[in-house]
């Protein structure tokens, strides 16, 4: 899990759901925080997912998934640091996720900060709205965060949970998705998505994961 150096461009809010390959990757939305700027992509238009979309990503085989939570994560990315190869010697992280019923996407921070930018509040409200939707609101989720490998896997492995815990706060707060349904965790630049290619921007990402029923939850 990482903290990393995030290009200070507009990245535009992408939602995929086909059910990412993580082969040497996990996940977390982030960018590697460093001071200087590394191959710096095309400003990316906005796409906007219909909300039909984003349910299907995230009830595909949901009664039948392993047990994860955002302590275990956290504890093997803190255990996959002690790699210290190449990234794309580093061996998976967490295979087991790609299981998940989940949805990959794209959330736009301030440079080296936690500090989602406005244009990504129309993704959380579409995912809001998923998670809202009667046929995924008796199922909880996690929430991860991942870097690219630009900066130290330190710094990457803070801002990401960083970032991570300010998107639940987000879903939580301003759209009202119930805090005992959310869990968080950065996973830095342990989980790359693209290892061969360590400070891609594919790697910045945030991943939903369905992680199976919440079970009752008391009125608060």
Do not use: C, W
């Amino acid at each position: 899990m990482t903290l990393f150096r995030f290009a200070n461009v507009r990245l535009g809010a992408v939602v995929s759901f086909a059910r990412t390959r993580l082969g040497a990757a996990l996940l977390l939305a982030g960018t590697a925080v460093v001071p200087a700027l590394v191959g710096v992509q095309p400003a990316a238009a906005q796409v906007f997912t219909p909300n039909a979309e984003i349910v299907q990503g995230l009830q595909t085989s949901v009664d039948d998934v392993p047990q994860v939570s955002a302590e275990a994560l956290r504890g093997l990315a803190q255990a996959h640091m002690k790699y210290t190869g190449p990234p794309e010697s580093r061996p998976p992280l967490a295979a087991q996720l790609d299981q998940l019923a989940q949805i990959n996407v794209e959330i736009v921070f301030d440079l080296n900060s936690a500090m989602i930018k406005p244009e990504s509040y129309r993704t959380l409200g579409s995912i809001a709205d998923a998670m809202h939707n009667p046929v995924l609101l008796g199922y909880k989720f996690l929430v991860v965060g991942n870097t690219d490998a630009t900066g130290t896997r330190e710094l990457n492995m803070k801002l990401s949970q960083e970032r991570s815990d300010a998107v639940v706060e987000a879903l939580s707060t301003t759209f009202r998705v119930d805090p005992r349904r959310l869990q968080s965790v950065g996973l830095g630049e342990e989980a790359l998505q693209d290892s061969k290619h360590p400070d891609a921007a594919i790697n910045r990402r945030v991943q939903i994961y369905n992680v199976g029923r919440a079970g009752a939850l008391a009125q608060q």
